[in-house]
Nanobody, 115 residues
Framework: QVQLVESGGGLVQTGGSLRLSCAAS????????MGWYRQAPGKQRELVAS???????NYADSVKGRFTISRDNAKNTAYLQMNSLKPEDTAVYYC?????????WGRGTQVTVSS
């Protein structure tokens, strides 16, 4: 099993920045990818960004150029730097880990961007 603990959410004004962190523990060997999803009220959960062990990244079109995902393999931690935040970025952000074809989720952290 993999346990995930997220931190860094909060309330920010339009144009502001936040940095999310996700620390993985437990059976952390052979993690294939770490990433962030988000879910806004009334909407489906969507991929925001992901990063593989070798550093390959993938971003949703809506966040390209504004968000940056990174990973510290030594600390088993993934980060999401979010800049130029917009009200439409408001959502619960969930950390995700893919390990040996199994998906693991954090409990989520709220990000609210005020206009």
């Amino acid at each position: 099993q993999v346990q995930l603990v997220e931190s860094g959410g909060g309330l920010v004004q339009t144009g502001g920045s936040l940095r999310l962190s996700c620390a993985a523990s437990g059976s952390i060997f052979s993690i294939d990818a770490m990433g962030w999803y988000r879910q806004a009220p009334g909407k489906q959960r969507e991929l925001v960004a992901s990063i593989t062990t070798d550093g390959s990244t993938n971003y949703a079109d809506s966040v390209k150029g504004r968000f940056t995902i990174s990973r510290d393999n030594a600390k088993n931690t993934a980060y999401l730097q979010m800049n130029s935040l917009k009200p439409e970025d408001t959502a619960v952000y969930y950390c995700h880990v893919l390990r040996r074809w199994s998906n693991y989720w954090g409990r989520g952290t709220q990000v609210t961007v005020s206009s």
